[in-house]
């Protein structure tokens, strides 16, 4: 999820550094790990089962493989996510 517009690069994400520890939400039988970074968060479902409408701390910009390319200000902003 980006926060901000910049630091993307063709393969690599400027994150910045870690806010603190990574937290974890129990969802639909998935457990989502996710961190706060200085510039970012990242979510991540390790699992095969799906996780919906994971409610994020801030309005935010999803990054997926698919979206990697785009520039982040043609990204909708959103405040749920499903992984």
């Not at 520890?21 to 200085?38: K, L, S, T």
């Not at 994020?56 to 910009?61: D, N, R």
Request: hydrophobic share 40%; with cysteine.
């Amino acid at each position: 999820m980006a926060r901000g517009t910049g630091g993307l690069t063709n393969d690599r994400i400027d994150l910045g550094k870690a806010a603190g520890p990574y937290h974890v939400i129990a969802r639909d039988g998935a457990n989502v790990y996710w961190r706060e970074f200085a510039k970012r968060y990242v979510y991540v479902n390790p699992t095969v089962t799906n996780a919906a409408a994971i409610v994020l701390p801030a309005a935010c910009k999803e990054l997926t493989h698919d979206s990697l390319k785009k520039p982040v200000a043609d990204l909708a902003e959103t405040q749920t996510l499903d992984l």
